[in-house]
């Protein structure tokens, strides 16, 4: 597949997917249904990236959200033994947030898309995984190590936070 | 040096904090009940640290003599050299960095000294604490150094994540545990937007490199000041202004100070805030420095909204975390003032054709943020310090004659709101100097106006704390009048009180200037509690704030010098 | 030069030696206690003795003034004012008066004041009052004239509020003290506009440029400068301190509300004589405000019963006469009259204190009576006194009243001719109202007060007998012929302007003369009848016009008007200007500002919910909001 | 001309510095006198401390020795200083801040010569008349003091700009101690007031001080922050209008002129003695002295368009303060409203000066007053205060009659009273007659209206002395034979100098005025070309300022 | 609009979706969740700019990477914030957090 390429059909699917989905971790009363829409809707991110050339993306896309996050999501909610949201499941807020968060989103769009990007185009960044992992390990292996200092923290902090008072190790 | 060894020595300073970080982890698990060698050793990595960031800064050979080197008048400690980059230009380490590595050291150190009584009550989670506090201090140093925004991301994502776990670090404490959660919540959603604004600004020049992002606003001309770039700008703004607590991103922090661990509160107002400042600084003077008008105009917005909503905030408080809270969101107002310098300021052509900066508004944000750094941590310091020695809810109320029972400490409290006021000759003054400066400077004289009608204003506050402090008494003090009262019947009071109170430990400042009424001290007796035991650490973090404030308020320029030979020579500008 | 060394050491031991007496006295008069009045009293003597030297010299050198600019004062910018004295003939006359009177006026108070808890305070004040005075006539320039001036001013208020544990005493010094202080204002004034139209205070120098002056400004110099003698010298409409200032022991009334200090207005505008001489509104304002002055006073002083209220409002009567003389243009005449009336006005006081000792205290002359031969020294002194006063030949009073109406008439002033003559009148009915009512008849006073009545004792007779001769033959001395006695030769190198006319006693001088002697005696005549003869008549008179008496008993409601006017609406302005303006608006103003940031910053406080969604929102909106403003800035 | 040929060591930072070095002796021999209190000692050793009754009287004498020593050189300084130029003398200059090109420079010229004095003065004098009044923490209360003294010297010395700052900011905060630790029953508010009204004016002062440093700097002339070299400077007219505003306002709340005044009544109640007499004798100045230092040579032009109303409203000051004296019921309340009278003409002489050519008068006038007045309400202040430690009430109506007990005390609460009333012979009476004079030449109606305020004080002050020392009350006034303890040698002491320095300016003020006469023509000098232009009219100044806003 | 817009209003849409559950919902953990959305959502930006934007290197294939991983720390650091918070309080609302305000 030509990468980069923009195929309107399967945008528009895509789109409505994750979009749908999206709506779905918002708007669903029950708490295990925003997480299985949420895991649907990072499917659906996947397969965008999938659409968008970017195959290793897409992989630890599924890898790490998919397969963990998801996971992890689901045991804090076992955890917290709350799988319904009792009484109200919105703020009173939602009624002026509903509308700013469209503003919001109107007048990004408007901004962005009002700008003409001179060099946008089919660059067709075909990438491969050994081209990205070179890229990885070579110039970004900087970041690469702070994020594996920010793993480490977050580690040790859910540890911290999670232990119970008093608890020994 | 060259090649793959230059890299390292280009993240040297960060890479032995990271690696005291693993090393403090290591030993929590190792040394068994002799927790205390933690602190140290997480202290001696600072040390360390800002050691390898000063031999690598200082030019030796140039320095010529002490007179010279304090004064700052040789070349030696900042003048010429050269800045190298890293890591195929994602980290550079110029002089900007060194004093910025310099600056969290010194923070880091006194955090660390803060939190010695506090942590001596959780000695079990010593290891976590200490090493989540030097990662930060990393991700700190990594937004300093950092010259491309994918690694300025991950540093600002490493300084904010352990910072969540350490605002709510006592844990079972409802208001820590509140204090995470809606940090968190704030801050996650924050970055998010932050990434976003680094993800258009990545659309509009397909850079990620400060220098390349900056060509490539360059060559978007006019396209500079279009939709796109004013969305990536507000929304960078927002994530950085969520960190330093600019108005309208600084709900979160009146509330976290209030809940957080006090010694984390400190750290926070000055550490995190200093971090997230020179993020800033360097990623709008460097990377969007071709579109100022833009965030001068995001800033300036935000700037007068900081300060006044920051300083009619702090005047109604009672909490003199909340307070402390609401006067570090005002103090971020003022800094935002030397970064709106760097914007609206003098901007000429170089020889090349770049765009060059008039330093004087970025230096002054850096010596604001070393200034700050003293007297903020001192006022928190007094707190902890107070906190130490008895029950201490951090109300206005419960330092009512502060003065008689801990001279030394009112003594010492007074110094820093002053400061932290501006008067002179105290480093706050020389702060605000500066700031006003840059910003009269660049032709902005009515923000300078704004800023020191608020400055009165926080004048206000700051010395309520010194009125509580002195001429209020503790409750169940008699007060003794200032002119009528009976000397006799004072002294006999006083001495019978003071016999009253044998064993009642007295504070190393009791021993102090003022004749005290003694006094107090009796009330507090009943008072003080489970934190007892010498805090020797957080009176030395306060000693050496205090000397800070008036050693380099009497005599600020080695400081102004290091601020501004930090900017000489900025990689990537 | 010899002769002039001699003066500068008289001059200064004339202005210093009571400053030392003043200073020992102030300081050591304490512990001397009832001797405290010996060093005081000995310089006095000496002071005058230097005095009459001082005279003498100016007798010798009329025709050139000595004048000295000891040291500077004041040098700034582009003015300089100097301690330095003048002596001329008119000083000379001022020097006689004061020294004279002065001393007497000392010896006399040893004995009234006897006794007294601040007999040494007492004597301290009379010598700085001495000093102040001397300073006052011996000054060469405006300023310093002012020096002297404010320090008799300020010797009144020490004086008159001597018995400070008196409500009334205190009041009226103060009283007196601020009604001169208004006075000032306008000699201020004066001065500035002196010094800022010719360069210097100097009077010298202010009158050779006297002519250059235009003549708005010159009358505006001499007004305010006449205010400021209107003060001092008592005249309408700020004589009311001068009766109050009676509270004060009797020998401070004779020598400085009599004898010396009220004249000090007479003296400066004589002294200022070059200037007024240039401005005839000036000198009309003068003589109205003189003439006015003493037909007021003298009304006034016909129904008063204090003893010493009487000579009070005859006193000012007596100063308006002077200023009628001045502003009528007989300068002479009018410092002429100044000379004896501080004889015989002095010596009526002098007199009056002696009655008051003999009467234990008691000043209300409804309680007198038939004193003629309890104390006869003082009742013939004090006749002495009155029929000078009332200017009957050939005792001093009528030489010299005789020279001001005949002045007067000559220069064409008819109406203030008459006002003059009535005036003298009127003075022959009080002065006689007032002699009759204390001496004789039959005495109105308690029994116990009258077993203790008796003669004053010599060191207070004496002084009287002493002031008594000059007050019965120092006008036929000096005055003689009139309009071109001794006094008029002596002082024309002052009022070098002044022509003289031949008095012709079978004309218009003569018949003038007559008819001044006639009416006065017609005004004893007329007390004789009321007070001695018909004593119920004054009753009936009052009781058919009871507004005129009421108004002329109630001092022509003076005080009332001042009360109600300047004094109690300046403190009702004030009051407001404190409780209305300065607390609630500026204070207020300042407060608000304040609460207005604290409820400011209350009023956001509500904004900081404490919960997390809110907050999130309000990043999100602020984010949205920026990315307008910003945008809309530059018009995307 | 530097310190090296006139006196030989840097005296002018002896001066000042004397008194901190007193503070520092005075705490380091505290800390020693208590070997035992450090960590973990017991109240008995508090208690042994506490009787360590030869302390208190030590840091007495010292505080007094440093004064003493401060004002000693101060004469000396006063009699080697040249009075035939209007150079600053006695320069030090040191660099401070090398980035700024901040200078740690001192001099004097004649006005800054006399307002030595009288801080050095009144310095030791207040240190005289506190010995036995401060009851709680005496101790804190000298150092206050001290501090208070080194931080006003410093403003009359320095000669750079931020270092004048530094001073004029630093002196706020033993103040505030000074009223907040040790005031009457509204302390707080009083501290608090005076605190917020001078940093208001002050602050906005530093953003101008920035401006003209930077205007200048712009110029190429290079950073500097001498106060002669900035005010060479010829400014346009909008910087000088605006900065004249910042100056002004900071300098007119410390004088203070009406309507900015009400922190004043204030802070002179509630504090204490020392507190006042300070307040009143040294600090005012500063707020006119830095008129004259800064506002007038700095912005000549706009300086000059303000005259109108900067004499209008010294003209309304002198009669507001005069008429609300009037009613006080407070001695000391009515002696701080006095003093906004009394600073009226001040501020009335020095702007009047500068209105009409030649018109030095005004303003040596002007600068007199202020030395009188510190003198006289100094003295005022610390006799009611001596008056308080009597009766324990400062209220007019509780006290009458006081004439009888304490006669010595009447003797010179009269002195003073007539002085500050103005009498001739009296130091009150030149200056006011001189600046007045000045007022007079530039305004004949202005002049008459200031002189109102002078029968105005003579009624306030004559009332005041007639209700406290003399009867008011008729018999009811008689106040019961109550002992009272008539003026001590200590008092007199205290007092002795201010009548001195009465007598002496009021006999021959030359040897004063002499100080004055060039530095009041050099800074006419500087104002010379604007005095000539203001007749082209204020207003159209005005709107080109506003233009310049923009 | 080109088609790099078109994603980049995926990425808006998407990313204000999740805004407005930051927003609306009182179940900490569903905003937990709904801070996701918003971080794939700048994801899919990044990788679509990296795409079509010419001269990006694939620097934002890179950065979603890293971006990725960082989510994941980050859920796990918040849910263990919630789970502290829930042992103290017994709740996930987020509204009952509100002890600290004024």
């Known amino acids: 597949m030509p990468g980069g390429d923009f195929h309107p059909f399967f945008f528009v699917v895509i789109a409505a997917w994750i979009l749908v989905c999206g709506l779905g971790v918002v708007l669903f009363r029950n708490i295990i249904y925003s997480a299985v829409s949420m895991v649907f809707c990072f499917l659906g991110v996947a397969f965008a990236y999938a659409l968008l050339n970017a195959e290793l993306v897409a992989i630890v896309q599924i890898l790490i959200y998919v397969g963990a996050t998801s996971v992890v999501i689901l045991f804090a909610i076992m955890l917290t033994e709350v799988q319904q949201s009792y009484g109200q499941l919105f703020h009173r807020q939602a009624i002026f947030a509903a509308p700013l968060a469209v503003a919001a989103a109107v007048v990004m769009t408007v901004m962005v898309v009002s700008t003409e990007l001179a060099d946008v185009g089919d660059t067709s960044l075909n990438l491969s995984v050994h081209a990205l992992s070179s890229l990885l390990f070579n110039r970004y292996v900087f970041p690469f190590e702070l994020v594996s200092l920010v793993l480490l923290a977050a580690m040790i902090g859910a540890i911290v936070l999670a232990r119970r008072q008093g608890e020994k190790r | ?573 | 030069m010899e002769a002039a060394d001699s003066m500068k050491i008289a001059v200064i031991l004339i202005v210093l030696l009571p400053l030392v007496g003043f200073i020992t006295t102030l300081l050591f008069g304490k512990r001397m206690g009832g001797k405290a009045h010996i060093v005081p009293v000995a310089l006095v003597t000496v002071t005058a003795a230097l005095a009459v030297y001082a005279f003498g010299w100016v007798f010798q050198h009329q025709e050139e003034p000595f004048v000295w600019d000891a040291f500077s004062w004041i040098v700034a910018g582009r003015y300089h004012a100097s301690w330095g004295f003048q002596v001329d003939t008119l000083t000379g006359i001022m020097l006689l008066v004061v020294g004279i009177i002065g001393m007497l006026t000392h010896y006399y108070s040893i004995g009234y004041m006897r006794g007294d808890g601040g007999y040494y305070r007492f004597f301290a004040y009379l010598n700085l009052f001495m000093f102040a005075m001397y300073m006052l006539i011996l000054a060469d320039n405006f300023l310093l004239l002012f020096l002297g001036w404010e320090g008799v001013g300020l010797c009144s208020y020490l004086l008159i509020g001597f018995w400070f544990d008196r409500k009334s005493a205190s009041q009226a010094g103060k009283k007196a003290f601020l009604v001169n202080r208004v006075g000032d204002f306008g000699f201020t004034l004066g001065m500035f506009l002196v010094l800022v139209t010719t360069g210097t205070l100097q009077f010298a120098g202010v009158f050779d440029k006297a002519e250059t002056i235009g003549a708005g400004t010159l009358l505006w110099i001499c007004l305010l400068l006449f205010t400021g003698a209107v003060g001092k010298s008592a005249q309408f409409p700020l004589h009311v301190w001068l009766p109050d200032a009676m509270e004060g022991p009797t020998p401070v009334s004779a020598l400085i509300h009599a004898a010396t200090m009220v004249n000090a207005g007479v003296y400066m505008v004589a002294r200022a004589y070059p200037l007024f001489a240039q401005s005839e509104t000036a000198m009309l304002v003068v003589m109205v405000v003189g003439t006015f002055t003493a037909i007021f006073a003298a009304c006034i002083a016909i129904t008063q019963n204090d003893i010493k209220k009487v000579i009070a409002y005859s006193t000012i009567s007596s100063l308006g006469f002077m200023f009628m003389a001045l502003g009528a243009g007989a300068w002479v005449a009018g410092i002429f009259y100044l000379f004896v009336h501080g004889f015989f006005k002095g010596l009526l006081f002098l007199c009056s204190g002696s009655v008051i000792h003999a009467m234990g205290g008691e000043q209300d002359m409804r309680k007198m009576g038939g004193l003629r031969t309890r104390i006869p020294v003082t009742f013939w002194t004090m006749l002495i006194a009155a029929v000078a006063l009332v200017g009957i030949f050939p005792l001093s009073g009528f030489w010299a009243k005789d020279e001001i109406l005949g002045g007067a008439f000559a220069h064409g002033y008819y109406v203030v001719w008459l006002v003059g003559i009535v005036t003298a009148f009127l003075t022959a009915v009080f002065a006689f109202r007032m002699m009759f009512m204390t001496f004789w008849g039959e005495s109105r006073a308690d029994a116990e007060v009258q077993a203790h009545i008796h003669e004053s004792p010599k060191v207070m007779t004496v002084p009287l007998v002493l002031l008594a001769i000059p007050a019965a033959a120092v006008g036929a001395v000096v005055g003689w012929p009139p309009e071109a006695g001794w006094i008029h030769r002596f002082l024309d190198p002052v009022f070098f302007a002044v022509e003289h006319e031949e008095f012709e006693w079978l004309g218009t001088g003569g018949a003038l003369m007559a008819v001044s002697l006639a009416v006065a005696l017609l005004g004893v005549y007329l007390a004789y009848v009321l007070y001695l003869r018909r004593r119920e008549l004054p009753e009936r008179l009052a009781a058919r016009v009871p507004w005129a008496y009421e108004a002329s008993l109630r001092k022509m409601y003076m005080d009332d008007i001042y009360e109600v006017v300047p004094v109690r609406s300046t403190i009702a302005f004030s009051r407001f200007l404190w409780t209305g303006f300065d607390v609630h608006v500026i204070d207020g103003a300042v407060n608000g500002i304040a609460r207005l940031w604290g409820w400011f910053g209350d009023r956001l406080r509500p904004l900081q919910t404490g919960r997390v969604h809110n907050y999130a929102f309000g990043i999100l909106a602020g984010a949205l909001a920026l990315v307008v403003i910003v945008g809309w800035v530059w018009g995307i | 001309m530097s310190w090296q040929d006139q006196i030989g060591f840097p005296v002018l930072s002896v001066i000042t510095f004397l008194p901190l070095a007193g503070v520092v002796l005075i705490l380091v021999i505290d800390l020693l006198r208590r070997p035992a209190a450090r960590l973990g000692a017991d109240g008995a050793v508090e208690g042994a401390v506490r009787r360590q009754t030869w302390w208190p009287t030590t840091y007495k004498v010292i505080s007094l020795a440093t004064t003493l020593a401060a004002f000693a050189l101060t004469v000396w300084v006063l009699f080697v200083f040249d009075k035939s130029t209007s150079q600053l003398q006695f320069v030090e200059d040191v660099m401070w801040v090398r980035r700024f090109n901040i200078h740690y420079s001192l001099g004097i010229d004649g006005i800054a010569a006399l307002m030595l004095l009288l801080t050095t003065l009144l310095g030791f004098i207040v240190i005289i008349g506190s010995w036995h009044y401060i009851k709680d923490r005496e101790m804190g209360f000298f150092v206050s003091l001290l501090l208070l003294q080194t931080g006003m010297t410093g403003v009359f010395c320095a000669t750079d700009l931020v270092l004048f700052y530094v001073f004029w900011e630093a002196m706020l905060v033993p103040m505030y101690f000074i009223i907040g630790v040790w005031g009457g029953p509204r302390k707080i508010y009083a501290a608090i007031k005076f605190v917020l009204f001078t940093l208001v004016g002050s602050l906005l002062m530093l953003v101008a001080i920035v401006a003209v440093v930077w205007y200048v700097n712009g110029q190429g002339a290079g950073l500097t922050f001498d106060i002669r070299a900035l005010s060479d400077v010829v400014y346009p007219y909008h910087l000088q209008f605006w900065a004249f505003l910042a100056f002004f306002l900071a300098f007119a709340i410390k004088v203070p002129m009406f309507p900015l005044h009400t922190w004043l009544p204030d802070a002179h109640v509630e504090a204490p003695t020392a507190g006042s007499v300070i307040l009143a004798g040294v600090l005012l100045k500063m707020g006119a002295y830095g008129m004259l230092r800064f506002c007038l040579p700095f912005f000549p032009d706009a300086a000059v368009d303000f005259v109108p109303l900067v004499a209008g409203l010294s003209v309304v000051a002198i009669i507001y303060g005069a008429a609300v004296s009037l009613v006080q019921k407070d001695l000391k309340k009515l002696i701080a409203y006095s003093s906004v009278s009394h600073m009226g003409f001040v501020t009335a002489g020095i702007f009047a000066a500068i209105a009409v050519a030649d018109n030095a008068a005004g303003m040596e006038g002007a600068v007199l007053v202020m030395f009188n007045h510190g003198v006289l309400t100094g003295a005022l202040f610390l006799m009611v205060g001596y008056l308080y430690e009597r009766t324990h009430t400062r209220q007019i109506a509780e006290m009458s009659m006081l004439a009888t007990p304490l006669p010595v005390f009447a003797g010179f609460f009269l002195f003073f009273t007539l002085g500050s009333l103005g009498l001739p012979g009296l130091n009150g009476f030149v200056g006011e007659f001189l600046s007045l004079l000045g007022l007079f030449e530039y305004s004949h109606a202005l002049a008459a209206i200031g002189a109102l305020g002078i029968i105005l004080a003579a009624c306030y002050l004559l009332w005041m002395y007639q209700r406290t020392m003399f009867n008011d009350r008729g018999e009811a006034g008689v106040m019961p034979a109550v002992s009272l303890r008539d003026i001590s040698p200590r008092e007199i002491v205290s007092l002795l100098p201010l009548v001195v320095l009465a007598v002496w300016i009021g006999v021959y003020p030359n040897t004063f005025l002499d100080f004055l006469h060039t530095p009041v023509q050099y800074i006419l000098q500087q104002m010379g070309p604007s005095i000539e232009s203001a007749r082209d009219g204020a207003v159209a100044h005005l709107i080109e300022a506003t233009k310049g806003l923009f | 609009m080109s088609p790099l817009d078109w994603w980049l209003l995926l990425a808006m849409l998407l990313f204000c979706i999740g805004a407005f559950g930051v927003l609306a919902r009182r179940n900490t953990i569903v905003v937990i969740m709904s801070l996701e959305l918003m971080l794939n959502a700048v994801n899919i930006a990044l990788v679509a700019i990296a795409q079509f934007r010419a001269g990006s290197q694939g620097a934002g294939v890179l950065f979603s990477l890293f971006v990725i991983t960082l989510a994941a720390a980050e859920v796990t650091v918040g849910l263990g914030i919630v789970i502290a918070n829930y042992r103290a309080k017994r709740t996930v609302e987020n509204d009952h957090f509100d002890e600290m305000k004024g």
């Not at chain 2, 220098?211 to 796109?228: E, K, R």
């Not at chain 2, 507000?234 to 010694?263: M, N, Q, R, S």
């Open chain 2, 1 to 573: 040096m060259s090649g793959a060894n230059n890299d390292v020595m280009v993240i040297l300073p960060g890479v032995v904090v990271a690696a005291t970080a693993l090393v403090v982890f290591m030993a929590d698990t190792l040394v068994g009940g002799r927790k205390w060698v933690l602190p140290w050793i997480a202290a001696a990595g600072l040390i360390v640290a800002a050691g390898v960031a000063t031999a690598q800064w200082i030019d030796v050979g140039a320095i010529g003599s002490v007179w010279d080197f304090v004064s700052g008048s040789g070349s030696g400690l900042f003048g010429g050299g050269t800045a190298e980059s890293g890591f195929a230009s994602m980290v550079a380490l110029d002089k900007f960095a060194y004093y910025c590595t310099l600056l969290f050291c010194v923070i880091g150190v006194l955090t660390i000294m803060l939190s010695d009584a506090y942590m001596k009550k959780r000695r079990d989670a010593m290891g976590e604490f200490y090493g989540l506090l030097l990662l930060v201090i990393t991700g700190m140093i990594g937004m300093a150094i950092s010259i491309d925004v994918i690694a300025l991301f991950v540093a600002f994502e490493l300084m904010s994540l352990p910072t969540y776990v350490l605002a709510g670090f006592i844990r079972g404490d409802e208001r820590s545990g509140e204090a995470a959660i809606k940090y968190f919540i704030n801050g996650a959603f924050s970055s998010a937007i932050l990434l976003f604004g680094l993800a258009l600004l990545y659309a509009a020049t397909g850079q990620t490199n400060y220098a390349s992002i900056a060509a490539g606003l360059n060559n978007l001309g006019a396209d500079a000041q279009s939709g796109l770039v004013i969305v990536a700008l507000v929304l960078v703004a927002v994530g950085f202004g969520f960190k330093i607590a600019a108005v309208p991103f600084h709900w979160w922090a009146p509330d976290v100070y209030e809940g957080a661990p006090t010694p984390v509160t400190a750290f926070m107002s000055v550490g995190i805030k200093a971090g997230a400042f020179v993020g800033f600084l360097k990623l709008f003077t460097v990377a969007v420095i071709s579109a100022p008008e833009v965030w001068t105009a995001i800033l300036t917005i935000l700037a007068v909204l900081t300060m006044i909503v920051g300083n009619a905030l702090a005047l109604p408080q009672r909490n003199l975390k909340r307070m402390l809270a609401y006067s570090s969101i005002a103090h971020a107002g003022y800094i935002l003032l030397g970064l709106i310098a760097v914007g609206a300021g003098n901007v000429s052509v170089g020889a090349s054709g770049e765009r060059v900066l008039d330093t004087s508004g970025s230096s002054a944000v850096l010596f604001y943020l070393g200034a700050y750094a003293f007297m903020n941590i001192g006022a928190f310091g007094i707190l902890v310090w107070i906190r130490n020695r008895r029950a201490f809810r951090y109300t206005l109320d419960e330092v009512a004659g502060l003065a008689r029972s801990m001279p030394w400490t009112a003594i010492a409290m007074t110094l820093f709101m002053l400061s932290l006021t501006g008067i002179p000759p105290l480093i706050g003054f020389w702060g605000k100097l500066y700031l006003f400066t840059a910003i009269v400077n660049a032709g902005m004289t009515w923000l300078a106006v704004l800023a020191v009608i608020m400055s009165a204003v926080s004048a206000y506050y700051y010395l309520r704390v010194v009125w509580y402090m002195y001429f209020r008494e503790a409750p169940g003090v008699a007060p003794a009048g200032a002119g009528a009262a009976e000397a006799g019947a004072v002294q006999a009071g006083a001495v019978e009180a003071g016999a009253t109170v044998a064993g009642a430990p007295v504070t190393v400042g009791a021993a102090g200037a003022l004749e005290t009424g003694a006094g107090a001290a009796a009330a507090e007796a009943t008072l003080v509690a489970d934190d007892a035991g010498p805090a020797v650490g957080s009176a030395a973090a306060v000693v050496i704030a205090s000397l800070g404030v008036l050693v380099l308020g009497l005599y600020p320029s080695p400081l102004i010098s290091a601020a501004q030979g930090a900017l000489r020579v900025l990689l990537g500008g």
